[in-house]
């Protein structure tokens, strides 16, 4: 008796799944989770999707619908969601991690658009992900096509060089295949499981609107709980400028949070950085280098390697998401990264390639126009910045 209920069950809740699988996409539904694994870039959007993302009220509150063509690249329109791009018809690669994913700016705001609006032609196009870092970009590189002499602009921040941080250069590498750079853990997931799965993610009604919502009230949740048990005092100081004093370093390390340390030992000479921050800045550096030989001997065409500073590096910028947990920084004060920027300019090979130091352009446009420059929680170039930047970089030669 109990065995034909339980069969019986277990078939209506199957029905039930599969019916509001494609309901899901009947009634036009808004992917939540919209990230998808696989081997090459460990990470990027489910292929075919529209995302609609929603601004913090802080930040604006509007909401963005992004269009995900079947390559993962997004794209300006649903009807251009099947198409593939050829990147080799592109003259301009920009890569780099959430900057350049750009999900919070419309399509035709994003920096790349107004880089080819001012250069008169459709030359860039524009790649990234959250988190993506160096040993990420080295393999979407080297498993596209692209014509000879196409120039990449690749655009580092300060998260690929630490080396306690989940996403960070160093952390990729601890799940990396050495003899095929691919990424181990979803060589072992069949092609079906991992087709399944996507086909949940992108239709499931219930998946985007019971499961993920509560999977993330359960992670606020625990965020808030970390801020209520607050045990560090909120960071005031200023330490924009190269420092070198390893005493003084050293005894900020009791009063802030551990990742906060790391962006505080960016500021300082790398004579004062633990041996763990020094290994992590290495390795991230050496898939730096390992993408200009690769460009110059395969593709013949130059580098440029933009640093982007974070919130923090200014003042009175990215204020409600530095002063949360787990960084805890005061509205006026400054972090910079000196320290990391000098180190990456001594150990960058030079063949055909440049780093460029985004702070400084920041500061002018800031100054110049005496407006924001991040969304205030978000921590992302905000509309105005995409378009400032756009512009200068399209004339850089």
Same mark, same amino acid.
């Given at each position: 008796?109990?065995?034909?209920?339980?069969?019986?069950?277990?078939?209506?809740?199957?029905?039930?799944?599969?019916?509001?699988?494609?309901?899901?996409?009947?009634?036009?539904?808004?992917?939540?989770?919209?990230?998808?694994?696989?081997?090459?870039?460990?990470?990027?959007?489910?292929?075919?999707?529209?995302?609609?993302?929603?601004?913090?009220?802080?930040?604006?509150?509007?909401?963005?619908?992004?269009?995900?063509?079947?390559?993962?690249?997004?794209?300006?329109?649903?009807?251009?969601?099947?198409?593939?791009?050829?990147?080799?018809?592109?003259?301009?690669?920009?890569?780099?991690?959430?900057?350049?994913?750009? *999900?919070?700016? $419309?399509?035709?705001?994003?920096?790349?658009?107004?880089?080819?609006?001012?250069?008169?032609?459709?030359?860039?196009?524009?790649?990234?992900?959250?988190?993506?870092?160096?040993?990420?970009?080295?393999?979407?590189?080297?498993?596209?096509?692209?014509?000879?002499?196409?120039?990449?602009?690749?655009?580092?921040?300060?998260? *690929?060089?630490?080396?306690?941080?989940?996403?960070?250069?160093?952390?990729?590498?601890?799940?990396?295949?050495?003899?095929?750079?691919?990424?181990?853990?979803?060589?072992?997931?069949?092609?079906? *499981?991992?087709?399944?799965?996507?086909?949940?993610?992108?239709?499931?009604?219930?998946?985007?609107?019971?499961?993920? $919502?509560?999977?993330? =009230?359960?992670?606020?949740?625990?965020?808030?709980?970390?801020?209520?048990?607050?045990?560090?005092?909120?960071?005031?100081?200023?330490?924009?400028?190269?420092?070198?004093?390893?005493?003084?370093?050293?005894?900020?390390?009791?009063?802030?949070?551990?990742?906060?340390?790391?962006?505080?030992?960016?500021?300082?000479?790398?004579?004062?950085?633990?041996?763990?921050?020094?290994?992590?800045?290495?390795?991230?550096?050496?898939?730096?280098?390992?993408?200009?030989?690769?460009?110059?001997?395969?593709?013949?065409?130059?580098?440029?390697?933009?640093?982007?500073? $974070?919130?923090?590096?200014?003042?009175?910028?990215?204020?409600?998401?530095?002063?949360?947990?787990?960084?805890?920084?005061?509205?006026?004060?400054?972090?910079?990264?000196?320290?990391?920027?000098?180190?990456?300019?001594?150990?960058?090979?030079?063949?055909?390639?440049?780093?460029?130091? =985004?702070?400084?352009?920041?500061?002018?446009?800031?100054?110049?126009?005496?407006?924001?420059?991040?969304?205030?929680? *978000?921590?992302?170039?905000?509309?105005?910045?995409?378009?400032?930047?756009?512009?200068?970089?399209?004339?850089?030669?």
């Amino acid at each position: 008796m109990f065995k034909i209920i339980n069969y019986n069950l277990f078939v209506f809740i199957f029905i039930i799944f599969v019916i509001e699988t494609f309901c899901g996409e009947w009634f036009g539904l808004n992917i939540i989770n919209e990230t998808c694994k696989n081997t090459i870039t460990h990470h990027n959007y489910c292929s075919e999707i529209i995302y609609k993302r929603k601004l913090h009220s802080i930040d604006g509150g509007r909401e963005i619908t992004n269009f995900i063509n079947i390559q993962g690249i997004r794209v300006r329109s649903k009807e251009e969601m099947k198409k593939r791009i050829s990147l080799s018809d592109y003259s301009i690669i920009n890569i780099g991690d959430s900057f350049l994913q750009s *999900d919070e700016i $419309p399509f035709e705001k994003t920096f790349t658009y107004w880089m080819n609006q001012y250069m008169g032609e459709e030359k860039a196009i524009q790649i990234g992900y959250a988190s993506w870092s160096p040993i990420i970009f080295l393999n979407f590189i080297k498993n596209n096509k692209f014509k000879k002499g196409t120039n990449f602009n690749i655009f580092i921040m300060t998260n *690929d060089f630490l080396n306690d941080y989940y996403a960070s250069n160093y952390a990729y590498h601890k799940i990396l295949n050495k003899k095929n750079n691919l990424f181990y853990m979803h060589e072992k997931t069949k092609k079906k *499981d991992e087709k399944l799965k996507s086909i949940i993610q992108k239709k499931s009604f219930f998946y985007n609107k019971v499961y993920v $919502p509560f999977i993330n =009230l359960t992670s606020e949740r625990e965020t808030k709980k970390f801020d209520k048990k607050k045990e560090f005092s909120e960071f005031e100081e200023n330490f924009k400028a190269l420092n070198d004093d390893c005493i003084l370093l050293k005894s900020k390390k009791k009063y802030v949070t551990p990742i906060l340390y790391e962006y505080l030992s960016f500021s300082f000479k790398d004579k004062c950085w633990s041996k763990e921050i020094n290994n992590s800045v290495i390795n991230a550096i050496s898939d730096l280098n390992k993408i200009i030989n690769y460009v110059n001997k395969e593709i013949q065409g130059k580098i440029k390697i933009f640093y982007i500073p $974070p919130g923090w590096s200014f003042q009175n910028e990215n204020v409600s998401g530095k002063e949360k947990a787990p960084y805890y920084i005061a509205e006026n004060a400054v972090i910079g990264s000196e320290g990391l920027k000098d180190y990456i300019r001594r150990n960058l090979k030079h063949q055909n390639s440049i780093f460029i130091d =985004l702070t400084t352009v920041l500061e002018n446009i800031k100054k110049n126009q005496n407006k924001q420059i991040y969304f205030s929680l *978000d921590g992302h170039w905000n509309e105005f910045t995409h378009e400032k930047l756009g512009e200068w970089i399209s004339k850089i030669k």
